[in-house]
């Protein structure tokens, strides 16, 4: 439950700040981010880049951009960049790829939205005058279906891609989300990646901001491309703050927010019209099914509400709920009492 008293499942984008970031947020020391001279955002990029296993970092204001800026710096005007496609990067961020990089997005339909080394070979463009370039391979993880990618099958396309001369960027909006899941230090996964998009604000408690980490003369072209998307900030300390403490201590009890998903899809299987999806828990994340109406789906949502449980399902064929540092076991008994009062 947050600090307003609602029980909130939509996301874990919804996590408010900690008593500890709310204190660093107070007693920051700031500078101006764009002359590079601000203490705090200084020392969170040096302990991302570090702990990411990376030679420089860069602080944005969101995972879109981060993203975008691991497309810009690594790419030119008419290359093709390779893309899942049910990924973040094309289904999430408005076309920026197009927008923003003047690149073409080659679509794969991943089995499981994982990766696989076989398809992405077959999407390589050749060097025919008629087609573009291969550029750039965009990988997610974790996934955004509750899944992760075996550290193997990363590294496998990683090298692939080195033996092309291909980057490789890491949508890891939830890396360390997968790293918790797959039992390995972050640095297993990223290795397998030239540049890694990290979300301190999903399931970390940020308030806002995610990490661009890669070598470091590709986020010097990043920092550039930062300043054209209208991302010179100033005393972003006051940002970094928080996000330091989400990457130094908040990624260390992720475990907690996946044994709460485990409990709830537990519970939520007691109530006879829902059918959870028990092959796609290996995050923070319950997806499953209901055998009800529009109609009574939209009746139990406006119920929930009434008792300040927010859910941001709209369908009854794809339900998601989603376990953070907000939510206790105690309101996910809550929520599984309600949904049961609500459909009886």
């Given at each position: 439950?947050?600090?307003?008293?609602?029980?909130?499942?939509?996301?874990?984008?919804?996590?408010?700040?900690?008593?500890?970031?709310?204190?660093?947020?107070?007693?920051?020391?700031?500078?101006?981010?764009?002359?590079?001279?601000?203490?705090?955002?200084?020392?969170?990029?040096?302990?991302?880049?570090?702990?990411?296993?990376?030679?420089?970092?860069?602080?944005?204001?969101?995972?879109?951009m981060s993203n975008q800026l691991g497309i810009m710096s690594q790419t030119n005007r008419g290359d093709e960049i390779i893309v899942g496609l049910n990924a973040h990067i094309f289904v999430h961020e408005?076309?920026?790829?197009?927008?923003?990089?003047?690149?073409?997005?080659?679509?794969?339909?991943?089995?499981?939205?994982?990766?696989?080394?076989?398809?992405?070979?077959?999407?390589?463009?050749?060097?025919?005058?008629?087609?573009?370039?291969?550029?750039?391979?965009?990988?997610?993880?974790?996934?955004?279906?509750?899944?992760?990618?075996?550290?193997?099958?990363?590294?496998?396309?990683?090298?692939?891609?080195?033996?092309?001369?291909?980057?490789?960027?890491?949508?890891?909006?939830?890396?360390?989300?997968?790293?918790?899941?797959?039992?390995?230090?972050?640095?297993?996964?990223?290795?397998?990646?030239?540049?890694?998009?990290?979300?301190?604000?999903?399931?970390?408690?940020?308030?806002?901001?995610?990490?661009?980490?890669?070598?470091?003369?590709?986020?010097?072209?990043?920092?550039?491309?930062?300043?054209?998307?209208?991302?010179?900030?100033?005393?972003?300390?006051?940002?970094?703050?928080?996000?330091?403490?989400?990457?130094?201590?908040?990624?260390?009890?992720?475990?907690?927010?996946?044994?709460?998903?485990?409990?709830?899809?537990?519970?939520?299987?007691?109530?006879?019209?829902?059918?959870?999806?028990?092959?796609?828990?290996?995050?923070?994340?319950?997806?499953?099914?209901?055998?009800?109406?529009?109609?009574?789906?939209?009746?139990?949502?406006?119920?929930?509400?009434?008792?300040?449980?927010?859910?941001g399902a709209q369908d009854p064929a794809e339900v998601r709920f989603v376990a953070h540092n907000d939510i206790t076991r105690a309101d996910l008994d809550t929520v599984v009492a309600a949904m049961k009062?609500?459909?009886?």
């Open positions: 439950m947050n600090t307003y008293g609602w029980i909130d499942l939509r996301s874990d984008t919804v996590t408010t700040p900690t008593p500890a970031m709310r204190e660093a947020i107070a007693q920051a020391a700031v500078g101006d981010d764009v002359y590079q001279d601000d203490p705090t955002t200084n020392e969170l990029e040096r302990v991302g880049a570090e702990i990411l296993g990376k030679e420089a970092a860069l602080f944005t204001p969101s995972g879109t408005v076309g920026a790829p197009a927008v923003l990089s003047g690149v073409s997005m080659r679509l794969i339909d991943y089995p499981d939205c994982v990766p696989d080394l076989a398809m992405i070979k077959a999407a390589v463009r050749s060097t025919d005058i008629h087609e573009p370039p291969t550029r750039l391979i965009c990988m997610e993880n974790a996934l955004a279906n509750g899944g992760v990618v075996p550290v193997e099958r990363m590294k496998e396309i990683y090298e692939f891609a080195k033996s092309r001369g291909f980057s490789v960027h890491l949508d890891g909006a939830r890396v360390f989300n997968a790293a918790t899941s797959l039992g390995v230090d972050v640095k297993e996964i990223t290795q397998y990646t030239d540049t890694v998009n990290c979300c301190l604000s999903k399931g970390l408690c940020a308030p806002v901001g995610s990490l661009l980490a890669g070598p470091a003369d590709v986020i010097k072209r990043a920092r550039k491309c930062r300043k054209i998307l209208g991302g010179g900030m100033r005393q972003t300390g006051i940002l970094t703050a928080a996000g330091l403490i989400a990457i130094r201590d908040m990624t260390k009890r992720l475990a907690e927010d996946h044994e709460n998903a485990h409990y709830l899809a537990n519970r939520l299987a007691e109530i006879p019209c829902v059918h959870v999806a028990m092959d796609r828990l290996a995050i923070n994340m319950v997806f499953f099914k209901m055998d009800v109406t529009q109609e009574e789906f939209d009746v139990m949502r406006e119920k929930l509400k009434a008792q300040k449980i927010e859910i009062q609500a459909l009886c």
